[in-house]
């Protein structure tokens, strides 16, 4: 972790935000945190990955210990559904649908932002979030890659999309429309990775599809993150 810090220092990134997983990774994060002050923001999180290979039971004891955490964390997060390929089974998904449904309601007073992870499941969130919502905090969809008008459905409830390596890949033609049309309010700019420099490689893709410069969309995403996180 030292090293990837200081990789990243010296690309002139200053601040990260920790997506939680497990319950096994949050004390970690606390460690991090107290490593590195207040540039490191921690979310408490049960990531669909982790919660598709656990029990009911495992899932409910990791809430208990998440709703304990959720008022000293800085937000919520990753939590969410992914439908891809190797999570598609009947007990996947419904292991991952009771962990958001428990995360949610959870989150539903806590004035925390939400890190959602969607993977071909935004009309099942968009639902779940009217259900269990509105959440006034807001959030954001990280690793976004859909359409302008799935983008829309999620500002509409106070979710910002951040956007990752996908904007640099050949392809995702949607991704690249919806970020040519974001306000500059509206987006976050991610790594979702061990490598934060690569923010500089995001922007510079970004930057392009916005006819603008790195600078531009890193100091917007910068304003738009300390908005969120009240910083
Ligand atoms: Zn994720």
């Not at 200081?6 to 945190?33: E, F, K, N, T, Y």
């Not at 540039?39 to 809430?63: E, K, N």
């Amino acid at each position: 972790m030292p090293e990837i810090f200081a990789r990243s220092r010296s690309a002139g990134v200053r601040g990260w935000v920790l997506g939680g997983v497990h319950p096994g990774d949050w004390p970690d994060q606390q460690q991090l945190r107290l490593a590195y002050g207040a540039s490191v923001l921690r979310c408490v999180g049960l990531h669909p990955w982790w919660v598709s290979h656990q029990t009911c039971s495992d899932i409910q004891l990791a809430l208990e210990q998440f709703a304990e955490l959720v008022p000293t964390a800085d937000g919520i997060g990753e939590i969410g559904l992914d439908r891809c390929a190797h999570f598609h089974t009947p007990e996947a998904q419904q292991r991952q649908d009771f962990a958001i449904q428990g995360a949610l309601e959870l989150s539903r007073y806590a004035q925390k932002p939400i890190v959602l992870h969607v993977v071909r499941a935004h009309g099942a969130i968009l639902q779940l979030l009217d259900r269990w919502g509105p959440f006034p905090q807001g959030g954001m969809v990280h690793g976004f890659s859909g359409s302008p008008e799935t983008a829309r459905e999620y500002l509409k409830r106070g979710f910002l999309i951040s956007v990752g390596l996908g904007a640099l890949k050949k392809g995702y033609g949607q991704l690249k429309k919806t970020i040519a049309i974001l306000d500059e309010a509206e987006f976050l700019l991610e790594t979702d990775s061990h490598e934060p420099a690569d923010l500089v490689k995001v922007a510079t893709a970004v930057g392009n599809l916005r006819k603008t410069t790195p600078e531009d969309v890193l100091r917007k995403s910068s304003l738009n993150l300390r908005r969120l996180f009240e910083i």
